[in-house]
T-cell receptor, first 113, second 111 residues
Framework: EAQVTQNPRYLITVTGKKLTVTCSQNMNHEYMSWYRQDPGLGLRQIYYSMNVEVTDKGDVPEGYKVSRKEKRNFPPILESPSPNQTSLYFCASIAGQGPYEQYFGPGTRLTVT | KQEVTQIPAALSVPEGENLVLNCSFTDSAIYNLQWFRQDPGKGLTSLLL?????REQTSGRLNASLDKSSGRSTLYIAASQPGDSATYLC??????????FGPGTRLSVLP
């Protein structure tokens, strides 16, 4: 089944403890992206990647790092999580050819205490 | 900077009604526009995608239109059902550079 997977689905951590969230897609898509969703602010793009080793900042990149070593994976890294990074995070992927429809993962709910 | 708005923010209708959700964007230089559905606490499900060269797309009871020059898209839902209750989001693709989402319309269809 073609899908975007995220792990874990729920995560509670403490301020300053480095963490990595996983995102993987099995559709051989070139483009991948990370979003966060917050009440009243909607979905905002954190980082995106047009292909392996190519990443760019979205609208809210502060406090996050990303790397794209393999086409199927695009994990974000929170080096020193803070409570304002408590949010619902979504990973998405898009094929390299049009019409560029986005496919979303199920989400990771992160709580930083 | 691209900004996307959606009207109304919330909508409550009785079952069986036809309804229209609106999406507006400030920069008409988009590659495509996509409508999503999101159930509470869940991920996004793609409903329809309209490329910039298209005027509308249809899937079952859903019809989405796009007027790029005026920066508007509408999602028409025919014969609404309680199972249609969800938040509906539109997103514009700025030629693959980044995607901008609207804040969503929360729809409740009452039995």
């Amino acid at each position: 089944e073609a899908q975007v997977t995220q792990n874990p689905r729920y995560l509670i951590t403490v301020t300053g403890k480095k963490l990595t969230v996983t995102c993987s897609q099995n559709m051989n898509h070139e483009y991948m992206s990370w979003y966060r969703q917050d009440p009243g602010l909607g979905l905002r793009q954190i980082y995106y990647s047009m292909n392996v080793e190519v990443t760019d900042k979205g609208d809210v990149p502060e406090g996050y790092k990303v790397s794209r070593k393999e086409k199927r994976n695009f994990p974000p890294i929170l080096e020193s999580p803070s409570p304002n990074q408590t949010s619902l995070y979504f990973c998405a992927s898009i094929a390299g050819q049009g019409p560029y429809e986005q496919y979303f993962g199920p989400g990771t709910r992160l709580t930083v205490t | 900077k691209q900004e996307v708005t959606q009207i109304p923010a919330a909508l409550s209708v009785p079952e069986g009604e036809n309804l229209v959700l609106n999406c507006s964007f400030t920069d008409s230089a988009i590659y495509n526009l996509q409508w999503f559905r999101q159930d509470p606490g869940k991920g996004l499900t793609s409903l329809l995608l309209i490329q910039s060269s298209q005027r509308e797309q249809t899937s079952g009871r859903l019809n989405a239109s796009l007027d790029k020059s005026s920066g508007r898209s509408t999602l028409y839902i025919a014969a609404s059902q309680p199972g249609d209750s969800a938040t509906y989001l539109c997103a514009v693709d700025n030629y693959g550079q980044n995607f901008v989402f609207g804040p969503g319309t929360r729809l409740s269809v009452l039995p």
